[in-house]
């Protein structure tokens, strides 16, 4: 087993720390790691509703990774660093021969976000014919991305038509400079995830206890799930069970997504044979044996290759042929009301205040409803988030409050609020 390692040159970013970089890795199984790590899980979970996962551990230097790895009685390990240009450059030219590159994340990982904004932006500089395929995204709301990529609707009303917050939740900023990158260069971006609403009944009934229009939605289940795929996810579902949750649903779920992806992507690539995609999806559906490349493989068997994003790494079998190492740039932590609030059929309420509240926040009371924020109206627990969107801690924002009295007497209320 060869293993090297090369820069990835993200752009006008800090530099390169000594644990940057991208691990290739040639011909590898598993690697076998003999010596106790920090072991880090890198994974976000929301059981039922959402699935990532991987073993990073990020307390280890280059040098103890040679050292694991020249333990191992099973592999003859050479560890190559290389800290120029080229290397990345020869990275970019491999994944040219492929017509479908898969590059892993942790959803709430900026960092690896930027990983894969410096493959896209490499490919793309190269000459390449590439769509971008996106989880964060479901099928439904494709005609929304094609209108924002043509620059019909710009950012917000993106968010807003696709009920992002509401399927996805994560922080927009850490798609941001992908979505901004494509639209700027007409990279088309496809929606690949499976519709909620499918996802939800799934989890509440199974596959067998949909409706005749819920089975008509399912796509063809192409891998049954193995024995590998299947203690996998059992391992994740016994560490973080959810009350009344059974694992041969939790399970379905995972099937649903990684098919539901697979057979986006397949029909995309089947009916434009002349495009390749890049596809930007959670580690846990494209660094398993049975995860999104194979499916699509399946389906349309075409060359690929599977980058993840972590820190050094325990491999597992058919996991993926790099591990880019990613740097630990954060997002600017985003501004808050300090207010706990609800969404009910009157609008956006006031629970109470949280205990961090500062000078402004004071003069909201339990039960005021918030009309808006920043001259932005708000309906709504998304209009907040997209209100919110960019603010920082220590900004003032105007909010408008309407505060009903007992007996029905209401007021309009108008406070500045500095954002915690």
Do not use: C
Not at 163 to 190: K, T
Not at 262 to 275: I, R, V
Request: glycine fraction near 8%.
């Amino acid at each position: 087993m060869r293993v090297s390692v090369v820069q990835v040159n993200q752009g006008n970013t800090k530099p390169l720390t000594p644990m940057s970089g991208l691990i290739k890795i040639s011909g590898l199984r598993k690697v076998t790691v003999m010596k106790k790590l920090n072991m880090q899980r890198s994974l976000v979970f929301l059981i039922g509703i959402a699935i990532g996962f991987g073993v990073a551990y990020a307390g280890s230097t280059l040098e103890e990774i040679s050292e694991q790895q020249d333990s191992s009685s099973n592999n003859e390990t050479e560890t190559v660093v290389v800290g120029d240009d080229q290397s990345f450059v020869h990275l970019i030219e491999d994944l040219t021969q492929r017509r479908v590159v898969y590059i892993g994340e942790t959803h709430d990982r900026y960092d690896h976000h930027l990983n894969q904004l410096a493959v896209i932006r490499a490919l793309h500089e190269r000459g390449e014919d590439f769509t971008i395929g996106l989880e964060l995204f479901q099928r439904p709301y494709q005609r929304h991305l094609d209108d924002y990529v043509a620059g019909t609707i710009d950012e917000k009303p993106l968010l807003k038509r696709t009920a992002y917050y509401e399927n996805w939740g994560y922080d927009f900023r850490l798609y941001r400079p992908i979505l901004e990158y494509a639209r700027e260069n007409g990279i088309e971006l496809l929606a690949l995830n499976a519709p909620t609403e499918l996802v939800s009944q799934v989890s509440e009934k199974g596959f067998d206890g949909l409706s005749a229009v819920g089975k008509s939605q399912l796509p063809e289940i192409q891998i049954p799930a193995d024995s590998s795929y299947r203690d996998q996810l059992e391992s994740i579902f016994n560490a973080h069970r959810a009350p009344g949750k059974k694992f041969e649903r939790f399970l379905q779920v995972q099937i649903l997504w990684d098919e539901y992806m697979a057979d986006s992507a397949a029909d995309y690539l089947q009916a434009h044979p002349e495009k390749k995609m890049v596809v930007l999806a959670g580690s846990g559906h494209v660094a398993v044996a049975s995860g999104i490349p194979q499916r699509v493989h399946q389906r349309v068997p075409e060359v690929y290759s599977v980058l993840i994003n972590t820190g050094p790494v325990l491999m597992g079998p058919g996991s993926a042929e790099y591990a880019m190492l990613a740097r630990g740039e954060e997002l600017p932590k985003a501004g808050k009301l300090g207010l706990l609030i609800r969404e009910s059929d009157r609008g956006v309420t006031v629970k109470r205040r949280s205990s961090s509240y500062v000078e402004g926040a004071s003069i909201v009371i339990p039960g005021d409803m918030i009309t808006s924020i920043a001259g932005e109206p708000v309906r709504s627990l998304e209009d907040v988030r997209l209100a919110m969107l960019d603010r920082l801690p220590g900004e003032e924002v105007w909010i408008e409050i309407k505060r009903t009295w007992n007996g029905g007497k209401s007021e309009k209320v108008t406070a500045i609020v500095e954002l915690i």
